[in-house]
């Protein structure tokens, strides 16, 4: 016994020895413990790695195992899960640990049947992840013994359900579906019948027999399930009320998590087995979890119809798809639509695009597709036209489905659909028209699911396809079938239900809709081939390089030319049918002149007949208008491209350019967004042909209205809602009685406003109140004065004229009123009409600026912006302003002056931009906002730009000119005239010049130091043609701020090259002397450093000090600094110098360049309490002393002291007397004696009221020991105050 005890002793020092010389190895257990899951699969990583190596030792693998097994049961949720894994992976990896081994640690370890009561909880958790970590090692079939020893460990697991829920019954489930099934049957099957047995008892013992039946059909055949729950299938009538009571507590489990309970889907599997799947879905889903009370019994049955979908034959997805579940889907849809609460209608969705990209059976795609758009509410789909879900629609499936769209339109079948109403749908009142407005309904969802089917670009589709969609619409929308024609599909089938006026309209707006699309729609198909790789690629072009536009318009006079069979709804006048020839002709025309000359301006006419065509089916009257005004334009168009050559050309009448602007700014103003789209295409296209002139009728209508002086000649029709969907109107019908009532309150609050309004108006003017008295004077109705008030009553044909005449007054000054308010309400309305107008007419100016950089023209549009922003108020209250302005201010910024390209032809404008440049710094001058300040700045700097890199075109006299200029210049600075190109280099410092004077001498600038920095980093040239000026306002600015500025403006222009260059020479050392000498003088007007101004002067004349030095240094200039010194110390000694940090330590790395030491501080040390009072707080409370309220007051009781306690009390720390003074200390003046004096009664007062009540009395060991120690005099007071206490005591 002695030697196993020496042997343990031995072994255990090595073992910590080997520990501790591998600390990178320990390191790996905590980072596994870590909650990060990277550092967790690292130090997993990293610790197999470790132990894989051929040096490693066996003491390391069993601490390993060990330490991995301690870790199983961790406080931390997140720690658990990494010491199971890494157990795995190390078990899985070292196949010669044995898992019977591990398996004896855990359970020696976690026995829950010996451990407290608080620790039961991670004892559970120890066992449970410990068997995970057995089962995840993939050995567990291997060791049928540990196999079973596990699963029994799982089962006395299972009731400890507070704490570990239901996660040993998911373990036991991962564990059997990797059994196989001959160790199942020989191993755990006996084990685990006891639990299957209890199948219909609880949903974890359903889920493990379901999965038991799919994981092992062999060995739980229909005689061993007959002989565990009497019945050798799952559903049948007897076992059905168990059932649903399971689903149903199931559904309450995972209510919070809105997820699929485990065993439901094994359930639908095994009835789909089993054959019983029809009975499963009528009495337990529909006809007992969907009619019970609750909504996750409503949402598990959503779940199973959305995840059943793959897994059923046709006719059961014709069963599930047209129950009761649909119709309760479809009502939970509607109900919720309008309201905050949680919707399954996404999930739905998810659910039906996961079915149709995983089933390709078309049958059952098309099946799917067709009930979910027969889901209806009144008519109306529940589904949106824009589901998303067609993406994965095969070919020939949506083919099929855009013929039953078609279909349903034509004959509207609502007994096929799936129809219901909501509660209070129920509760209204039958309307007479119901079957009319469902048809209606019906069909618009069918329209726009047929538009939405062209619109979405994921949807594969063919150009055929999105003809036929575009031809049915158009057809349908201004055709009536007379009689069928073979040419015309459309033709072969009428309408059941003929179409009411208003769903015609309704029909027309969806097909400019279409239209609008067709003109932005990207190749379809493999249209790639037809065209070639190098030819430029356009929206709204087919493979044949035709717009669809023009297909549509080709078919369009198909149908004019069948006047027999066909019938236009609204019949072409002789005017509007000759305009539609006329232009079809022209438009053939264009084509041909495409093919041999590639003309812009003919084929920007193009894009303008087609549109403007279509619209004559709409707009009859006014197309033709715009169809005249576009023949001329071309003619003019042609004129001029044949009279190029002639140098005369008519003056009077406007160029073609600028009547198609004004065409094209009429149809901004137009409600249809087809034109909207066409005329920014059009505009875009003819943006290198835009004039002066035609470029000025845009910004007049941009022109602010203080500056505009006539009415603007576009006139802003107000846009209808058009492109308002259906659904929306639809849906509106479909709300609850709730949202109708809150309509209903809120149409009485805006009746309240109103009448409040009226009532602020009604206020009787003096006016109103004259003509009342006439029409009373009239009747003798009023007493007139010096009248008595007896006078005979007036007769009733009097009063009764009299009651009509004041009636009619009434009513007048009632409508004065109403037209007072209708006309603010048109104002109002024109305001946003016109900054909406403004805002599509800015998109002109954009597309002119991204199309046109380089074009002289966009020098005429910097005034103009920046007028609009000018005159736009600064604080916005109408949303609609504050776009305006914002949209107007980035196009300024980011499309002007950003813009990478800009116009390199100014040789003829040059004095021109010089001048603007002038004027918009002068606007930037007077502005009283910096904002807008800022962008006149901005204006300059981009002129200047535009100046600077555009050099002078070579002449003889300019060459002799800059070679004399280049003459006078230093060698050094010799290339910089060349790199000013065209810029009058005088003519712009002087401007400059002005604005930095202005800058520095005026206390209210708009003006920024932002903006001269952007100024010197853009153009250096600048720095050195401002330095003198700057150097001077370091001293003569009107205030410090500008001074300190003009000293960061100096250090800036100084670390420019161009500067630099100009120090070497003599003239170098003259500006660096002179800086020198001004920042003396700044600093020397510095009396104080108060106020944050003046501290910022401080630090921007030290740096400027610090940066002087650095140059003189690194150039080697013959310069003192040394004569600022003075000027520094004296800056130093100002009061309150050295309470700002930033100023202190900037001035201190100053003075260390001269030599100069920051003085160390002295640390104060806080003046020591009293001893009595550490004592006091430090000292606890004896147990069985009275409080200070029971305590005896005999210590206030004044009798002398016997002498020697006196004496005693007397002596100071040291043991001399109080009278005599310390050693090395000057005694202190009388006065100085009374005030402390004066301290000592006050402390005295203050310990007699205060200390002593709330401290307590102190132990008369802790006294005792202050007496000896010694505190001067204030411990002779309190040693006095002792001995009064004692004597009280002795008295008494």
């Not at 829920?165 to 059994?179: A, F, G, Q, R, W």
Request: with cysteine; hydrophobic share 35%; glycine share 4%.
């Amino acid at each position: 016994m002695a030697e196993e005890g020496e042997m343990d002793r031995e072994a255990a020092p090595q073992k910590s020895v080997i520990l501790q010389q591998n600390r990178r190895f320990l390191d790996f257990f905590w980072d596994i413990g870590k909650d990060n899951q990277n550092l967790r699969l690292q130090g997993i990583q990293g610790l197999l790695d470790y132990l894989s190596k051929p040096e490693s030792q066996d003491d390391e693998l069993q601490y390993t195992i060990r330490r991995l097994v301690e870790g199983l049961a961790a406080t931390r949720e997140t720690a658990r899960p990494g010491f199971s894994l890494a157990l795995a992976q190390l078990l899985r990896s070292n196949e010669d640990i044995p898992l019977q081994t591990v398996l004896e640690q855990i359970k020696e370890k976690y026995n829950i049947a010996i451990a407290k009561k608080a620790l039961i909880r991670n004892a559970a958790f120890g066992g449970l992840f410990g068997i995970l970590a057995l089962s995840q090692s993939g050995r567990l079939a291997k060791e049928p013994n540990v196999l079973l020893q596990s699963i029994q460990l799982l089962q006395s697991l299972a009731p400890l359900r507070n704490h570990l829920s239901d996660l040993p019954h998911k373990t036991l489930v991962d564990i059997l579906s990797e059994t196989p099934e001959a160790v199942f049957k020989e191993v755990l099957f006996d084990v685990l019948k006891s639990d299957l047995s209890l199948a219909l008892t609880s949903p974890e013992h359903l889920h493990l027999l379901l999965v038991v039946l799919q994981r092992f059909p062999n060995v739980l055949n229909p005689q061993e399930l007959k002989t565990l729950l009497g019945s050798s299938v799952i559903v049948t009538s007897e076992n059905i009320p168990k059932l649903i009571e399971l689903l149903k507590i199931a559904a309450r489990i995972v209510k919070k998590s809105q997820s699929l309970p485990p065993f439901a889907m094994s359930l639908v599997h095994v009835t789909l087995k089993e054959g019983t799947f029809e009975t499963f879905w009528k009495e337990v889903v529909e006809n007992s979890l969907l009619k019970s009370q609750g909504w996750p019994n409503c949402l598990l049955c959503f779940q199973l119809l959305g995840a059943v979908l793959p897994f059923l034959t046709l006719p059961q997805l014709i069963l599930v798809l047209t129950g009761q579940v649909m119709r309760q889907f479809g009502n939970h849809v509607v109900s919720t639509r309008t309201s905050n609460r949680f919707s399954f209608a996404p999930v739905m969705a998810t659910y039906v695009n996961s079915f149709l990209e995983r089933i390709q059976d078309a049958e059952k795609q098309f099946t799917v597709i067709t009930k979910f758009s027969c889901l209806t509410n009144k008519g109306y789909p529940v589904i949106s036209s824009h589901w998303n879900v067609i993406h994965h629609l095969q070919p020939s499936v949506l083919l099929n489905y855009v013929s039953w769209l078609k279909h349903m339109f034509i004959n509207p079948d609502l007994e096929a659909c799936i129809d219901f109403s909501t509660e209070q749908q129920k509760k209204d009142k039958q309307q007479p028209d119901l079957m009319q407005q469902s048809v209606t309904k019906l069909r618009m969802w069918m329209v726009a699911r047929l538009t939405s089917i062209v619109s979405d670009n994921k949807v594969k589709k063919e150009e055929d396809l999105v003809m036929d969609i575009t031809r049915f619409i158009f057809f349908h929308a201004f055709f009536v079938t007379e009689q069928q024609t073979p040419d015309i599909p459309e033709t072969e089938q009428t309408p059941s239900i003929p179409l009411s006026p208003s769903t015609q309209n309704t029909i027309a707006n969806y097909f400019f809709s279409l239209l609008n699309h067709l003109n932005t729609l990207p190749p379809l198909g493999n249209s790639t081939k037809s065209i070639d790789r190098n030819e430029k690629r356009t929206l709204g072009f087919k493979a044949d390089g035709k717009l669809w536009i023009y297909s549509v318009v080709c078919y369009a006079d198909s149908l004019l030319s069948k006047t027999t069979s066909i019938r236009l709804i609204q019949p072409f006048t002789q005017e509007q049918r000759e305009a539609w020839s006329r232009m079809l002709k022209t438009v053939k025309e264009l084509q041909k002149n495409l093919k041999t000359s590639e003309q812009l301006a003919i084929s920007v006419f193009q894009l303008f007949f087609l549109p403007v065509g279509i619209h004559l089916f709409k707009n009859g009257d006014e197309s033709v208008a715009l169809l005249s005004d576009l023949h001329t334009c071309l003619q003019k168009a042609s004129a001029e491209r044949e009279q190029q050559s002639k140098s005369v050309t008519d003056e009077e009448e406007p160029e073609w350019v600028e009547v198609v602007v004004e065409i094209l700014l009429s149809f901004l103003s137009k409600p249809s967004r087809l034109l909207r789209q066409i005329s920014k295409t059009v505009f875009a296209q003819i943006c290198p042909c835009v004039t002066k002139a035609a470029l000025q009728l845009i910004l007049d209508v941009l022109k602010p209205e203080s500056e505009s002086g006539e009415e603007s000649a576009v006139t802003v029709i107000e846009e209808p809602d058009e492109t308002k969907k259906v659904e929306q109107s639809s849906g509106d019908e479909m709300e609850d009685e709730n949202d109708s009532d809150e309509s209903e309150g809120d149409e009485d609050d805006d009746d309240d406003d109103s009448e409040e309004e009226i009532a602020e108006d009604e206020a009787v003017d003096d006016n109103f109140r004259m003509e009342l008295m006439k029409v009373l004077q009239a009747g003798h109705a009023a007493c007139k004065e010096g009248e008595s008030s007896d006078d005979e009553e007036v007769d009733d044909e009097t009063m009764m004229a009299l009651d009509k005449n004041i009636s009619s007054l009434f009513a007048e000054h009632k409508k004065h009123l109403q037209a007072k308010k209708d006309q603010r309400v048109k104002r109002r309305k024109e305001k946003t009409l016109t900054t909406d107008f403004k805002m599509k007419v800015l998109d002109f100016i954009e597309i002119f600026l991204v199309k046109q950089p380089g074009s002289p023209l966009v020098f005429d549009l910097i005034e103009p912006l920046i007028a609009i922003i000018e005159a736009t108020p600064n604080s916005l209250s109408d949303k609609q302003e504050e776009d305006f302005l914002r949209k107007t201010a980035d196009i300024f910024k980011n499309c002007l002056c950003k813009s990478k390209h800009y116009c390199r032809h100014i040789a003829e404008i040059k004095d021109d931009l010089h001048e603007l440049m002038e004027r918009l710094l002068d606007r930037a001058c007077k502005q009283p906002d910096s904002s807008v300040s800022l962008y006149c700045f901005s204006g300059s700097l981009y002129l200047f730009r535009v100046l600077k890199g555009n050099p002078t075109e070579p002449t003889a006299n300019g060459t002799y000119r800059e070679k004399e200029d280049h003459e006078e210049v230093a060698e050094t600075g010799s290339q910089q005239v060349g790199s000013l190109g065209s810029v009058d280099i005088d003519r712009v410092t002087a401007v400059y010049e002005k604005a930095l004077t202005f800058f520095m001498t005026k206390r209210n600038c708009s003006l920024t130091i932002s903006m001269f920095n952007n100024l010197f980093e853009r153009f250096p040239v600048m720095c050195k043609r401002l330095l003198q000026s700057v150097i001077k306002y370091m001293t003569d600015g009107v205030r410090h701020h500008q001074q300190g500025l003009a000293c960061l403006l100096v250090q800036q222009a100084l670390k420019t090259q161009e500067v630099k260059n100009t120090l070497i020479d003599h003239e170098g050392e003259r500006t660096v002397n002179q800086i020198i000498n001004q920042v003396k003088q700044c600093l020397k007007t510095i009396t104080k450093v108060t106020l944050k101004v003046e501290q910022a002067k401080i630090i921007n004349c030290l740096k400027l000090i610090s940066f002087l030095d650095k140059i003189v240094k690194n150039q080697n200039l013959d310069i003192s600094m040394k004569v600022l010194v003075p000027v520094l110390q004296s800056l130093g000694q100002l009061e309150e110098f050295g309470k700002t940090s930033q100023v202190n330590n900037t001035y201190w790395h100053v003075m260390k360049l001269f030599g100069f030491k920051q003085p160390t501080k002295e640390v104060v040390k806080k003046a020591t309490q009293n001893p009595q009072a550490q004592e006091e707080k430090t000292l606890k409370k004896k147990k069985g002393f009275l409080p200070e309220t029971k305590k005896r007051k005999n210590w206030k009781k004044k009798k002398d002291l016997p002498q020697e306690k006196v004496q005693e009390g007397g002596r100071d720390s040291m043991g001399k007397a109080e009278g005599a003074p310390k050693a090395g200390k000057v005694p202190k003046a009388a006065g100085q004696t009374q005030k402390q004096n004066k301290r000592k009664r006050s402390s005295e007062k203050g310990a007699k009221g205060n200390s002593w009540e709330k401290s307590g009395t102190l132990s008369k060991k802790a006294k005792l020991s202050q007496v000896e120690v010694g505190q001067g005099d204030k411990l002779g007071k309190r040693v006095t105050v002792k001995l009064r206490k004692q004597k009280g005591r002795v008295t008494e």
